[in-house]
């Protein structure tokens, strides 16, 4: 295993220092640190912060290769900054069972880019009738501890409440896509202004809040841990405050893109930017950052969504919903927190690590700790071109954008993915 000497490097916005990185861990810091068998890093000017951890990725693998695998979008990931990444269940066949789970976890191993964990879906076929088999996959080599039917809400609370009391036995959690069906019925953006002017149905707020009380109230009475997808507006903000308050076991997510981008954007009638839930409102916009920076929402999370041409690049009302996130999060984060660091590691590493259980991530570069973080370059800008990305797909809302902040290495376990800016395999 090769040793790395990374001189001058800020840990999470702190004075210059150096890191040894040997047999996978930060072995030595320091200033002045020699090492002659080392490969030296000059980081001056660099921030190392722990390795991104992804709460919400989207792999499509089984099932739907030709938009990402496991592969691409693993290199997509440490590109990105990540260490790791858990994958979403809304594959094809769905992971609903110990199989798939073990195999999305056996492929992630073999790329060998990042930690691959496996969500486990919470029904049947995300048919949201009968309870999938969670126990199996918490048992298998995946070791499955969250469960969702992302893409679809468990919509009746009977089958909400068991998974809440199943997945209880062994602390596991569910992670909610909260959309109340009835609500939402043929919607193709936010329901407001925008959609009346664009004469498009409209997916109300409320359809999102109502989901989110219901289950904040469901895993107080059960005791169980509630994680709620993609937070996307202010009312639901002031539901998971009241509910944090009460002391109920429930952590959320917000998108780089719901912080950044309003439903304005469908005034282009370009697909790239159709989304679920849809992009909101300035006020929700200002009210889902009050909340990231009080601690009220707990990660970013991407949700990163890849799709294949056909899907995207066709009529609004065709297109299916979902944008790529993976390789431009972090800059989407130092744009709206600026140099606040150790924010952007709470909310992109050690929280989202410690909600998902993930053992090694999260961790800030320290002597002993496993060697997995990240380098950036805060003052280089980069303009995003679709066709430099890793993913398989090019469905990115920030094409031909300047995004601050460039990743320039990731190591995992102290072995480099990236290297000057390029995914070393
Ligand atoms: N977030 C999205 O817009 N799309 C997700 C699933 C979903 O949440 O609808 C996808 O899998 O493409």
Same mark, same amino acid.
């Given at each position: 295993m090769t040793a790395y000497l990374i001189k001058n490097v800020s840990v999470v916005g702190a004075a210059p220092t150096d890191l040894l990185i040997r047999d996978g861990v930060v072995a030595e810091t320091g200033a002045g640190l020699t090492a002659p068998d080392a490969t030296v890093v000059d980081a001056t000017g660099l921030v190392a912060l722990p390795g991104l951890v992804d709460l919400h990725t989207h792999l499509r693998e089984p099932g739907r290769e030709d938009a990402e695998t496991v592969e691409t979008g693993s290199r997509a990931a440490a590109l990105g900054g990540y260490t790791a990444v858990c994958a979403m269940a809304n594959t094809s066949p769905v992971a609903d069972t110990a199989g798939v789970v073990e195999q999305v976890w056996r492929l992630g191993r073999e790329a060998g880019l990042v930690d691959v964990q496996p969500i486990g879906a919470v029904t049947v076929g995300l048919a949201g009738e009968h309870l999938a088999e969670l126990g199996a996959m918490a048992d298998?080599?995946?070791? +499955?501890?969250i469960f969702s039917d992302d893409g679809h809400c468990v919509a009746d609370p009977k089958l909400m409440r068991r998974a809440l009391e199943y997945v209880k036995a062994f602390d596991g959690i569910i992670a909610q896509h909260a959309e109340e069906p009835r609500l939402t019925e043929g919607a193709q953006m936010h329901e407001g202004e925008v959609s009346t002017r664009l004469g498009l149905t409209g997916w109300p707020a409320v359809a999102e809040e109502a989901i989110i009380a219901r289950d904040v109230l469901l895993a107080e009475h059960v005791g169980s841990r509630l994680h709620v997808c993609h937070v996307s507006t202010a009312g639901s903000v002031e539901v998971l405050r009241q509910a944090k308050a009460r002391g109920v076991r429930v952590t959320a997510e917000v998108t780089p893109h719901h912080l950044l981008l309003t439903d304005a954007r469908a005034e282009t009638y370009?697909?790239?930017?159709? +989304?679920n839930p849809p992009l909101r409102t300035e006020t929700d916009i200002a009210a889902l950052r009050a909340a990231l920076a009080d601690g009220v929402i707990d990660i970013i999370a991407t949700d990163h969504a890849p799709h294949a041409v056909e899907d995207k690049e066709c009529e609004w009302a065709y297109a299916r919903p979902g944008m790529l996130g993976l390789e431009t999060a972090l800059s989407i984060a130092i744009d709206v927190f600026g140099g606040d660091w150790d924010l952007i590691a709470e909310r992109m590493s050690r929280t989202p690590a410690r909600i998902a259980g993930?053992?090694?991530?999260g961790v800030d570069p320290?002597?002993?700790?496993?060697?997995n973080l990240t380098l950036v370059d805060p003052a280089a800008r980069r303009v995003v071109e679709p066709a430099e990305l890793?993913?398989?797909?090019?469905?990115?809302?920030?094409?031909?954008m300047t995004l601050p902040g460039r990743i320039v290495a990731t190591f995992l376990r102290g072995e480099p993915t990236v290297l000057d800016g390029k995914a070393v395999k």
């Open positions: 298998s080599a995946a070791r +499955v501890r370009d697909p790239v930017f159709k +989304v993930l053992d090694g991530h320290a002597p002993g700790v496993p060697a890793a993913s398989r797909s090019r469905n990115t809302p920030y094409a031909r």
